[in-house]
């Protein structure tokens, strides 16, 4: 699997100056590394593996977010991500989810609401100047997944997403409490 952390770095536990640069700007974390060292070490009885490569892994409520590079799980059968996703099921005591990355921020907005579809997505200026992504789904997914999703946004894609549902307007308040409101 193509790795952005050393192989050799992985194994010997001790980071080289280029990999630890990419730790201190925050590009990967803890949770990073121990989840590519997993991921290396189930690569020899999943070889499939070979053909992606690591992109982020976000550690939500009850979901652990793998995300892996774009284009590339078309290569790996069905068979391989069942037992990846089992074998890390068994190791952290989460769900997995296991999501391709994808340069165009809608598309990998769609990928993580799936089975929900997107009615409609939005880009917006904040009286701050920050962007906002506002998307609305046909469908309701749990508040925790929801929450799950800003996060994985957020993290991976350094947006910042806000979800509104078609149908259950109720909701949409529950959800936006959470979040911090700019004052105009
Ligand atoms: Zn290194």
Same mark, same amino acid.
């Given at each position: 699997m193509e790795l952005p952390i050393c192989i050799f770095d992985l194994k010997s &536990?001790?980071?080289c100056p280029r990999c630890e640069e990419?730790?201190?700007? &925050?590009?990967?974390?803890?949770?990073?590394?121990k989840i590519m060292k997993l991921l290396?070490?189930?690569e020899k009885e999943l070889p499939k593996l070979a053909k992606t490569g690591y992109v982020k892994t976000v550690d939500s409520t009850d979901t652990v977010y793998i995300i892996l590079k774009e284009d590339t799980l078309k290569y790996i059968d069905q068979e391989t991500v069942y037992a990846l996703?089992?074998?890390?099921?068994?190791k952290l005591g989460k769900k997995i989810?296991?999501?391709e990355d994808d340069?165009?921020?809608?598309?990998f907005i769609e990928?993580?609401?799936?089975?929900a579809r997107i009615i409609t997505i939005n880009k917006i200026w904040l009286p701050d100047g920050s962007e906002e992504m506002r998307v609305i789904l046909d469908r309701m997914k749990s508040l925790e997944t929801t929450s799950s999703i800003i996060e994985v946004v957020k993290k991976v894609k350094h947006v910042n997403l806000r979800i509104d549902f078609e149908k259950t307007g109720w909701l949409e308040k529950k959800v936006k409490v959470s979040?911090?409101?700019p004052t105009a």
């Open positions: &536990g001790i980071l990419k730790v201190l700007r &925050g590009l990967y974390d803890d949770l990073d590394i290396l070490e189930l996703k089992k074998k890390l099921r068994e989810k296991i999501i340069k165009n921020l809608s598309r990928k993580l609401v799936a089975p979040e911090k409101k």
